[in-house]
């Protein structure tokens, strides 16, 4: 089992590009979510999906969005790369609310 | 929102000397989990508590969930090298479909 497999690894972006950062489980989990962790600091949620077809905002939902078309699919899109999105991102599924999580090991970006 | 505050929120210890940290909660939590997260890594779920007063152990590691549910330890005995990471406390309500994480422990571990 895979778990939960975040793509790219790392990425330089400047500002005012986009990119989307991948998220892909394979352990038919229903529940899916983008956190962010800037330097030194905890785990800030972006953005969950409850289901395929259902996604909620999070804490700090400003600057990104997400679709969730399948279950296992759940991608992060940044549209106008600011600075203040420099950050690891961290994607992470569970079956159900309450279980715990599994975290894929992130994706650290750059925005210059 | 509901918040953690996890205590304290770095150690530097000498490798052998055990650890303690906790979270506490101004509202009520029926489940508590502790992760650990390796430099460069994602959090990996170390223990997880379902009922109040439980206390659980896996290896060196010992978590207890705080009878009045609002609060978590956490202990690490006989600390190791690679003991070194931050470790997050997270509690889930009724309410809601997320986790509340804490701020993160920071340990360091001189061998």
């Known amino acids: 089992n895979a778990g939960v497999t975040q793509t790219p690894k790392f990425r330089i972006l400047k500002i005012g590009q986009s990119m989307t950062l991948q998220c892909a489980q394979d352990?038919?989990?229903?529940?899916m979510y983008w956190y962010r962790q800037d330097p030194g600091m905890g785990l800030k949620l972006i953005y969950y999906?409850?289901?395929?077809?259902?996604?909620d905002k999070g804490e700090v939902p400003n600057g990104y969005n997400v679709s969730r078309s399948t279950t296992e699919d759940f991608p992060l899109r940044l549209e106008l790369a600011a600075p203040s999105q420099t950050s690891v991102y961290f994607c992470a599924s569970s079956y159900a609310r309450g279980l715990g999580y599994t975290f894929g090991s992130g994706t650290r970006l750059t925005v210059v | 929102g509901q918040q953690l505050n996890q205590s304290p929120q770095s150690m530097f210890i000498q490798e052998g000397e055990d650890v303690s940290m906790n979270c506490t909660s101004s509202?009520?939590?029926?489940?508590w989990l502790w992760y650990k997260q390796d430099p460069g890594e994602g959090p990996v779920l170390l223990i997880a508590?379902?009922?109040?007063?439980e206390l659980t152990s896996n290896g060196r590691l010992t978590a207890q969930f705080g009878i009045t549910r609002k609060d978590s330890f956490l202990n690490i005995s006989a600390s190791i090298p690679s003991d070194v990471g931050i470790y997050f406390c997270a509690g889930h309500a009724n309410a809601g479909n997320m986790l509340t994480f804490g701020g993160g422990t920071r340990l360091m571990v001189k061998p």
């Open positions: 509202s009520i939590f029926n489940t």
């Open positions: 999906s409850v289901g395929a077809g259902i996604t």
């Open positions: 352990m038919n989990h229903n529940y």
């Open positions: 508590l379902y009922k109040a007063g």
